[in-house]
């Protein structure tokens, strides 16, 4: 017993079937084809995460340049904020 009931035999006769119908060529680019598809898809996968990554993390740069403004205003006119002071 093989694969869900199917022996290695009867896969080896379907694999010569399938060859001998599409033919060496045409499994090589239906391969290739396959290949490139899964591919494509893999990376617009790792766009999409990078997106969500940077998605996540602008509102913290946005709060730290506001933080680095409110601090670099304080200095020119020469204020101390509430952490300064702990």
Same mark, same amino acid.
């Given at each position: +017993?093989?694969?869900?009931?199917?022996?290695?035999? &009867?896969?080896?006769?379907?694999?010569?079937?399938?060859?001998?119908?599409?033919?060496?060529?045409?499994?090589?680019?239906?391969?290739?084809?396959l290949g490139n598809a899964i591919k494509g898809f893999r990376s617009a +996968?790792? !766009?999409?995460?990078? !997106? !969500? +990554?940077?998605?996540?993390?602008?509102?913290?740069?946005?709060?730290?340049?506001? !933080?680095?403004?409110?601090? &670099?205003?304080?200095?020119?006119?020469?204020?101390?904020?509430?952490?300064?002071?702990?």
């Amino acid at each position: +017993m093989g694969f869900g009931g199917i022996s290695i035999w &009867q896969l080896l006769i379907i694999l010569v079937i399938v060859l001998l119908l599409f033919g060496t060529k045409r499994l090589k680019g239906i391969g290739s084809d396959l290949g490139n598809a899964i591919k494509g898809f893999r990376s617009a +996968m790792s !766009e999409g995460e990078k !997106e !969500e +990554m940077e998605e996540k993390e602008e509102p913290k740069r946005l709060e730290e340049t506001s !933080e680095k403004r409110v601090s &670099q205003s304080h200095e020119a006119t020469g204020a101390t904020t509430t952490k300064e002071k702990v």
